[in-house]
């Protein structure tokens, strides 16, 4: 059933304890892939044109499937094997080797499979999902529109009940009604989960879902379907993005994805859910592990990226030291060293954060969403990471590629395949900007209402009857900070404790803050000017309280490790991630007078010092971030 690889590095023991640490409970699952996955399985060859990478990564994606990797959170009914959060790490992983794979696979798996598994019942579950997970049944999701990316409540596909055929008819009534950038549509392609106004008796009862045959078993065009090749993209190639539009296209009845509405055998539409705006929020909340599974792999393409500009910079010198005759490493430099090691703290972090919120998917999952608060926050929390890891993907690849030189602009060292397919991550499964207002406006409704259920002025006005200080409820950390916070009261900016207080102190004055903003706006004549006048604090306040969320996280992280000598280095580690960020925001810690520029410069002191001291176990702290050398293929490696 499985190839085995031969592992061609040997960790140190501190790499492989500090690995062990940060996968945490996804250990198992991430070490079979760096036991049995060779780079041959699933890192592609940045030579290669359109058509080869698009077969490569079809190919590589059903061989995978057939060994049983990237095919968790499925039903053992009809095939999957593990949990839903497993599916997170294995994407994750999937991520490590090329992220045209792993959006392949998050594609076919994630979104169309999730959708079946998600808004489908019995019957389409059996019908699609076997040859869903193995690949031969191939699918698409159809949501975004020329005209309606982020607004996907606005889309113009319609899918109308016809009464007299007891089908339903799906079409695309204009040309901005055409479904655009849907991976898998143009090539491979068979079905596709198209997102629709759903028409009844001439009543709209907002968007649902239905599939949609788009392509004969031998892959030939179906009556009524138009699909269109996007071609040469900016990054991805290995993933056939395309168009589709539908022309008066007639579907069966039981096709509809009707877990939350739909036409019944008498002809009459019903749904469990009474409010239209409720139905489709609840309808999208149960897709959101695409979000967190695309944080995720922009934070792995990142871990790459940082793997292989670190291990150059180990072994790359450049001029000497005085008298000595011996050439000094780049990463002697503090120069350098403030390039990498941040970031690899971040790593780490982001790491535990990733961690934690699969778990906390797997929780709202096996409870079947029945903690309507458990899940908006869940949202929120996707909805957050998910914007501050792609943008950070985004800059720190980059950072990498001119870490490295001259030489990490050659394709043959990795880097800039990177980079190129994580750009796109920023905006797609949800733009950042958009997502990081949906956070705000769950901090100020405090959990208790779907995004969905106001638009920005209810939102304003509700923040009126908002109580202050709920917002800052805290993570499954709740009792390692308590401990930390009653323990010490020490200010010195090596102090967890002071840590936490600057980052919950952000959080909360960013937020209390704009909730006063939000009710002035709210009483303001023009009210869209108004409340559209605090959409930089909303974005200030959900990176805030996203910073805070991965804080804890990191923490819990450590207290749950076993072995003390990595816990101290890890403690190191974090040191540097909080210290960072409060020095990357001391802009804002000094005109709300919470340090003075003393304070400012002894930050910047500190992470100097921490990036000195973490230099010598910057192999250590690499090989931990979970990357096979031999997955990296950088010639400047070899």
């Known amino acids: 059933m499985t190839a085995t690889a031969t592992r061609t590095s040997t960790l140190t023991a501190t790499g492989e304890a500090l690995r062990r640490a940060l996968d945490g409970p996804f250990h198992a ?70 992220l045209s794979l792993a959006i392949k696979s998050g594609v076919q798996h994630g979104l169309w499979g999730g959708a079946v598994m998600n808004l489908g019942n019995q019957w389409h579950h059996e019908t699609w999902l076997p040859g869903t997970i ?42 901005g009604a055409t479904k655009a950038y849907i991976g898998n549509a143009a090539t491979h392609g068979k079905w596709a989960a198209v997102f629709g106004q759903m028409i009844v008796d001439g009543e709209n009862h907002g968007v649902h879902v239905i599939i949609v045959r788009i392509r004969t078993e031998e892959l030939g065009p179906v009556d009524g379907v138009t699909i269109g090749d996007q071609g040469h993209k900016g990054g991805l190639l290995g993933v ?136 908006r926050e869940l949202e929120t929390r996707a909805a957050g ?50 997502l990081l207002q949906l956070v705000a406006k769950a901090l100020l409704l405090d959990y208790k209402k779907t995004w969905g259920d106001m638009d920005m002025r209810g939102t304003a006005q509700a923040t009126a009857r908002m109580l202050g200080g709920t917002f800052l409820e805290r993570t499954t950390a709740k009792a390692v900070i308590d401990r930390i916070l009653s323990g010490s009261k020490s200010k010195d900016v090596g102090s967890r404790a002071w840590h936490i207080e600057m980052f919950e102190d952000r959080e909360r004055h960013t937020v209390e803050g704009l909730a006063k903003r939000m009710r002035a706006a709210a009483k303001a004549s023009d009210s869209f000017a108004a409340v559209n006048a605090c959409q930089q604090h909303m974005l200030a306040a959900a990176k805030a309280h996203t910073d805070r969320v991965v804080l804890e996280a990191f923490i819990e992280g450590i207290d749950e490790t076993d072995d003390p000598y990595i816990a101290s280095i890890l403690n190191k580690v974090c040191d540097l991630y ?61």
């Open 385 to 434: 990471m998910k914007a501050l890891l792609t943008r950070w993907a985004n800059d720190t690849i980059q950072v990498c590629r001119e870490a490295c030189g001259g030489a990490g602009y050659l394709s043959e060292n990795g880097l800039t395949m990177v980079r190129q397919d994580a750009d796109v991550f920023a905006t797609f499964e949800g733009d950042n900007t958009v």
């Open 240 to 375: 056939d993005n395309g168009t589709i539009t539908f022309d008066h296209v007639r579907v069966p009845r039981e096709n509809l994805l009707d877990r939350f509405g739909g036409v019944t055998a008498d002809g009459v539409y019903a749904s469990t859910i009474e409010s239209r705006n409720a139905r489709f929020f609840t309808m999208l909340g149960t897709l959101v592990r695409g979000r967190i599974c695309v944080g995720g792999g922009a934070a792995s393409g990142t871990r790459k990226a940082l793997s292989i500009a670190t291990r150059y910079a180990l072994k790359r010198t450049q001029f000497r030291l005085p008298d000595l005759g011996r050439e000094i490493p780049l990463l002697d430099y503090q120069t350098h060293q403030r390039k990498l090691l941040p970031n690899i703290a971040k790593a780490y972090a982001y790491g535990f954060a990733q961690n934690e919120i699969a778990l906390q998917l797997q929780r709202m999952m096996d409870a079947q969403g029945s903690d309507s608060t458990a899940v």
């Open 134 to 175: 193995t690949g031969e049944t191939t699918g698409c999701f159809a949501m975004t529109e020329l005209g309606h990316g982020s607004d996907v409540q606005s889309l113009e596909t319609t899918i109308t009940w016809v009464p007299e055929a007891g089908e339903y008819e799906v079409h695309s009534p204009t040309p």
């Open 578 to 638: 909080a210290l960072a960020t409060i020095e990357e925001n001391r802009g804002w810690y000094m005109e709300h007078e919470r340090f003075d520029g003393a304070r400012s410069k002894v930050v910047t002191e500190a992470v100097d010092a921490l990036c000195l001291d973490l230099r010598g176990k910057a192999l250590e702290l690499t090989e931990g971030m979970g990357v096979e050398e031999s997955w990296l293929n950088a010639e400047i490696l070899r």
């Open 29 to 98: 699952v991430k070490q079979r892939w760096r036991d049995e996955v060779t780079a041959e399985d699933f890192v592609r060859d940045p030579d290669w044109d359109i058509p080869t990478a698009r077969e490569w990564a079809l190919d590589k994606l059903v061989d995978l499937a057939a060994r049983e990797f990237a095919i968790a959170g499925f039903p053992e009914a009809q095939g999957g094997r593990g949990s839903q959060a497993e599916s997170v790490a294995h994407f994750e992983m999937l991520a490590m080797g090329d």
